[in-house]
């Protein structure tokens, strides 16, 4: 039986794809984008995260001390409690101390401790995707599967493709397109729509940026446009690493030979949402100084890749 390790679900989406979508994000990525906003995405593994803000503190309740056998939990801040008028003490989480165990997080009373990922079979997911079926017939909706990096687990994504296409759903697939292409060709027949993200159009910045260079995804970019799938190509706008204008030539100029197959650009403005989630899982956020572009440079950027015959929007 088929399963996927999924560390979210997320039902009426509409930002992912056209009308009202469920949207399976699927752990595991080959990529380490220097912005990412989900860190929670790129193990392949199920991971211990802590929502400090939930937290009562060991004085009410102390649980998580005694279920941890490795001592990754101990005393930490001292903070004033506006629910209990006082002084409490929160938790501290070593996380290489950390072995998975999730004794934790069954201990712990008030949801602060959590597991990030969870193993689910298609048919599982296939439940919870039928819930809304009336939402994506009323909005020419449906399901994307996105991560992470969906092509990381491609037996589970190639099944559940297959399983939405039975049952006559959209189905869109979000991706680095970081893969070898027999994974891809085989994913091809059952998706609708391809989300490709084109973070930098030189390799070696590439490398520095997000870990891995771009031969393949450029590479499988010119083969999916060949293979007649509609393509929607995602490019993040992160200022000072990829906004320049070389680059975004390069990207206007090679979206323009992929032809037809590409029906719009979507350019991504970089943002913080994210930064707390490097908290949860006691990481470093590396551009926390770095501020995200002002609506006149998107707006520059959006003209600027338009005069490529491109569709654009500002996503």
């Known amino acids: 039986m088929t399963t996927g390790k999924i560390y979210d679900i997320q039902r009426f989406t509409v930002n992912d794809g056209p009308g009202i979508r469920t949207e399976v994000f699927l752990k595991g990525c080959p990529l380490t984008c220097l912005w990412c906003h989900s860190p929670e995405s790129q193990a392949y593994e199920s991971q211990l995260g802590l929502y400090m803000m ?26 004033y409690s506006e629910v209990y008028k006082k002084d409490i003490t929160k938790i501290k989480v070593d996380f290489d101390k950390c072995h998975s165990c999730f004794d934790c997080v069954e201990a712990c009373r008030s949801k602060a401790l959590v597991v990030i990922g969870e193993d689910k079979t298609v048919e599982e997911t296939m439940v919870i995707i039928r819930k809304d079926s009336a939402y994506y017939k009323k909005s020419s909706g449906g399901v994307t599967i996105s991560g992470g990096e969906a092509l990381s687990q491609p037996k589970f994504t190639l099944e559940l493709l297959k399983a939405c296409k039975d049952e ?63 393509i929607q190509i995602r490019v993040p706008i992160i200022p000072g690493h ?61 003209a600027f890749l338009e005069g490529f015959g491109l569709k654009v929007k500002i996503h």
């Open 242 to 302: 990829n906004d320049s204008m070389e680059n975004l030539e390069k990207t206007g100029l090679f979206c323009q030979q992929l032809g037809d197959a590409v029906s719009m650009v979507q350019i991504l403005p970089y943002h913080k949402l994210g930064t707390i989630k490097y908290e949860r899982l006691a990481k470093p956020y590396l551009l926390e100084d770095l501020e995200p572009p002002s609506e006149e440079r998107m707006e520059e950027i959006k």
């Open 54 to 79: 939930r937290c009562i503190g060991i004085e009410n309740c102390g649980k998580c001390l005694e279920a941890c056998t490795h001592k990754a939990i101990s005393e930490g801040e001292v903070v």
């Open 168 to 230: 006559g759903l959209h189905t869109c697939l979000d991706t680095t397109g970081f893969a070898k292409w027999d994974t891809l060709e085989k994913m091809i027949p059952y998706v609708d729509l391809v989300l490709l993200d084109l973070k930098h159009m030189d390799s070696e910045s590439s490398k520095e940026l997000v870990g891995v260079p771009n031969e393949i995804i450029l590479e499988n970019a010119v083969k999916m446009a060949q293979s007649g799938v509609d």
